[in-house]
């Protein structure tokens, strides 16, 4: 699943443990330790970058620097749909920009669907993927443990102007809440699952993914309806695979029919070939 560059973000160049991008009007510089190759573009342009982030260690915490004057907040857009991009404090921009190969797979997928199908996004952070679902036609529940990313969840579905589509907001621990859920006889035709390595829910609790993940999808594989459509599965740990995801997906879901796929999510730089794999990924598609 390859994400090439479109109007507010391109991957300009890479190399040499880094990685230059465009995000709109401001072009950043960032740690990628699996760019192992060199850099195509001279130092100068990358000299004249208006963000650099300079890891701290190797859990993606670090501090910002900028050419001039920082700002907390800048509109970008993929489609129709509106998000702010943002400085966070642990390198990330408050989205992932190879995911838009994800949001075009989950846009065809629930526009060719009737009536109005039910999408849970769980670790749905700054929610440009629930608002691709409601954008199509979906009624979603976007869950996420960190207050503070709903919140900006909130705002990017105003810039979106999609404050009236049937979105949920829940600020919760992703396992609790379908625990509940599953008790509740939920359904849902759509699942989307984008785990973090590690994390913390609003009271305390831990999530750990090789740990926690298999009982999480069996628990979704329970909220699944009859007429369910897809279950998709993100992870970026890097001692995952998309060949263990997909028989996590294999296993939970036998009996149901349909197929899983899995693969690599990866950036292509703009004006090149090159690319550099960021997560792994499992769907299964009834």
């Known amino acids: 699943m390859r994400t090439r560059a479109w109007s507010d ?11 230059l991008e465009r995000y709109g009007r401001f072009t950043v510089v960032r740690p990628e330790p699996q760019c192992l190759w060199s850099p195509r573009l001279p130092p100068s342009v990358w000299e004249q970058a208006d963000a650099v982030f300079d890891p701290a260690d190797e859990e993606d915490a670090g501090r910002w620097r900028f050419s001039g004057r920082p700002v907390e907040a800048w509109p970008l857009a993929w489609g129709d749909v509106r998000f702010n ?32 199908p039910k999408v849970l996004n769980l670790f749905g952070y ?38 009236d589509r049937p979105i949920r ?11 509940r859920e599953a008790r509740r006889g939920s359904r849902y035709e759509g699942i989307i699952l984008d785990p973090p ?37 993100n992870a970026y740990a890097a001692r995952i695979s998309g060949a263990a995801l997909a028989g996590l997906l294999a296993d939970r879901l036998n009996g149901r029919g349909g197929a899983v796929e899995w693969g690599e999510l990866a950036l292509v730089e703009d004006g090149g070939e090159r690319e550099i794999g960021l997560s792994f990924f499992a769907r299964w598609t009834a």
């Open 9 to 19: 973000y391109a991957l300009l160049d890479s190399g040499g443990g880094r990685k």
């Open 85 to 116: 991009g943002r400085f966070t404090a642990f390198r990330h921009l408050a989205f992932f920009p190879e995911q838009a190969a994800n949001w075009a797979w989950l846009e065809g997928r629930l526009r060719g669907l009737t009536d109005t």
């Open 126 to 163: 700054t929610g440009v993927a629930s608002l691709v679902c409601a954008a199509a036609g979906a009624a979603v529940t976007h869950v996420d443990a960190s207050k503070k990313a709903i919140g900006w969840a909130r705002e990017n579905a105003a810039l979106s102007g999609l404050e």
């Open 169 to 179: 907001w829940i600020c919760e621990d992703a396992r609790r809440y379908v625990q």
């Open 197 to 233: 390595k590690y994390g913390r829910g609003p009271t305390g609790e831990v999530w750990r993914l090789f740990e926690d993940l298999p009982e999480l999808s069996a628990l979704c594989a329970e909220l699944l309806s009859e007429r369910a459509s897809f279950l998709i599965l």
